[in-house]
DNA sequence: AATTATCTCCCTGAAAAACAGGATATTTAA
DNA sequence: TTAAATATCCTGTTTTTCAGGGAGATAATT
């Protein structure tokens, strides 16, 4: 519906042609691989795979693809990881009209669109980027699902001790001192 | 850009006028007292006073108004509470054109629309039956608040162990055996 | 070649949570 | 007016987490 609804928005500009659509990230990269676009309008929550992998992955196919991440909320972790990732641009899917087109020229020139709503939020960071390791997420995800670290340990095929350091260690990243606030804040980031 | 991109989605059909659009629940509120349409496309997420309010406001004032609930996602509490405060229908903005066209229809006509995948998510819910009182909800707010039942205690001014019967009941209620599932099943049921 | 990051494993001891199985007032609602 | 729900408190034991260290192996960067 969003999709249907933006290309029939953007099939009423003359200066824009609508190429075609994907509904995840492995369509998307099939399409990419047929043709490709001047811009590519990436949702961030999709099916599998998020949009700020599939972002960082065309970016590397695809180097003179320019993307515009596009969400409903004004994460700013998200778009951070986005920018970071290669993308040109961010616009919430709350924009208008005029600020989707405005973000489409501004991009297209190779400059970097941001809307004042979003690089606001962007200021706002106190949630510093929270980078982890594979192996952290891979543990703060078992421990999500209500795992000890025993089971963990069992899971990984690790020891008991090394899944304790991996949960101190997301403890010290997250800057919490116990698993609720960890989990809280962790859902909260939309990290897990 | 949903909007304009519904909008300009929904012009294309004969049989569908649209009347006018609101981003906020009073202009919501300020335009239904000019004129009533057939049909309201209600976000859920709204700056203030959220979609399942304005809902049951609308539905008091003019019960002749059907409502459709409109998210991202697919999250059963909201749709029951929507349901519940008197919508006619509920459709994930990644519904498509057909689809959205077919609730039109549906509740035109005064029946009660689900797609599919709504209504599937509706009967994987065990999670309804779970009612917190009052002092419950208070302690697990401050569980996720990162206290430990010390702490809680000394906050509520009861014991510890009263602190911790109540930890003992949310993790029955929600049917879980750690602190961490059970923040991320209430985080999950926006309980908390 | 040296640093850094990551993953791995270990220790001690303390704190907290989970589990089991009670009891007793006080509201609330049938 | 009873029965049910709620809130309060108790004694234990076992399990898990947390705190604060150290340390080796490997791989990637500088």
Redesign the pocket.
């Known amino acids: 519906m969003v999709i249907e609804g933006i290309r029939s928005l953007l099939q009423q500009e003359q200066d824009v042609e609508w190429m075609g659509h994907a509904m995840n990230a492995d369509s998307c990269l099939a399409f990419l691989k047929q043709q490709q676009p001047d811009i590519v309008l990436m949702d961030i929550n999709l099916p599998g795979k998020s949009g700020i992998d599939l972002c960082k992955e065309v970016k590397e196919k695809y180097p003179s693809v320019f993307i515009i991440g596009l969400s409903t909320f004004n994460q700013q972790s998200f778009i951070q990881k986005m920018m970071e990732n290669g993308a040109s641009g961010y616009v919430l899917k709350n924009a208008s009209r005029e600020e989707l087109l405005e973000a489409i020229n501004t991009v297209i020139k190779g400059k970097i669109y941001l809307s004042d709503e979003v690089s606001q939020a962007m200021k706002h960071t106190h949630s510093e980027n929270i980078?982890l390791?594979?192996?952290?997420k891979e543990v703060l995800e078992l421990?999500a699902e209500g795992m000890?670290?025993?089971v963990i340990a069992q899971k990984?095929f690790?020891?008991?001790?090394?899944v304790?350091?991996?949960?101190?260690n997301l403890?010290a990243k997250f800057d919490v001192?116990?698993?609720?606030l960890?989990i809280r804040t962790a859902t909260q980031l939309q990290i897990i």
Chains 1, 2 share one sequence.
């Open positions: 980078i390791t594979r192996r952290e421990i000890t670290n025993n990984l690790i020891s008991v001790t090394t304790d350091t991996h949960r101190k403890l001192k116990n698993t609720a960890l």
